[in-house]
């Protein structure tokens, strides 16, 4: 009698153990940043300059990458979607940042994300880049000036 309820026991422990490293093992997929905001630097106005987002799959099931979006045209992912991140691995997303104005500026980026075991809904995560546009004053030189002509009605 003592053996079947030490038995019983061990084999209760057991199976607890087990449902617990389960369910530990399938935490829903989470896909994070460093910081929710991320300064860039300066980027010149005249040109385009490529920043690469990393972002970190948490949670214990593979995710997948549905859908990136900008809150400003400054910016352009030129990440595809489909792209699986594994539990624990990282991503990099290329982004294609062309400031239109002189200053400083800050983008929202927004990753949509969901489970490849679709045991969860479409989820997403956001980053606010931030940055300094660059904008040299030229002057024109004398080939580039427009010069009025004087109009024969007018003297």
Same mark, same amino acid.
Request: aromatic share 6%; glycine share 8%; hydrophobic share 40%.
């Given at each position: 009698?003592?053996?079947?309820?030490?038995?019983?026991?061990?084999?209760?422990?057991?199976?607890?153990?087990?449902?617990?490293?389960?369910?530990?093992?399938?935490?829903p997929a989470n896909l994070l940043a460093k910081s929710s905001i991320l300064p860039i630097g300066s980027v010149r106005c005249d040109s385009?300059?490529?920043?690469?987002?990393?972002?970190?799959?948490?949670?214990?099931?593979? *995710?997948?990458?549905?859908?990136?979006?900008?809150? *400003?045209? *400054?910016?352009?992912?030129?990440?595809? /979607?489909?792209?699986?991140?594994?539990?624990?691995? *990282?991503?990099?997303?290329?982004?294609?940042?062309?400031?239109?104005?002189?200053?400083?500026?800050?983008?929202?980026?927004?990753?949509?994300?969901?489970?490849?075991?679709?045991?969860?809904?479409?989820s997403s995560t956001e980053v606010l880049l931030t940055g300094l546009a660059q904008c040299e004053e030229s002057s024109p030189d004398e /080939?580039?000036?427009?010069?009025?002509?004087?109009?024969?009605?007018?003297?």
């Amino acid at each position: 009698m003592k053996k079947w309820l030490v038995l019983l026991l061990f084999g209760a422990q057991f199976f607890l153990l087990l449902g617990l490293s389960t369910r530990a093992a399938t935490a829903p997929a989470n896909l994070l940043a460093k910081s929710s905001i991320l300064p860039i630097g300066s980027v010149r106005c005249d040109s385009t300059a490529e920043y690469r987002l990393s972002m970190q799959n948490t949670g214990g099931e593979t *995710c997948i990458i549905e859908h990136v979006a900008t809150s *400003c045209g *400054c910016v352009a992912p030129t990440l595809g /979607s489909g792209i699986e991140v594994a539990a624990g691995e *990282c991503v990099e997303i290329p982004l294609m940042i062309a400031p239109r104005h002189k200053g400083t500026f800050s983008a929202s980026i927004i990753v949509h994300f969901r489970s490849k075991s679709k045991s969860m809904p479409l989820s997403s995560t956001e980053v606010l880049l931030t940055g300094l546009a660059q904008c040299e004053e030229s002057s024109p030189d004398e /080939s580039q000036q427009i010069v009025p002509t004087p109009d024969p009605a007018f003297k």
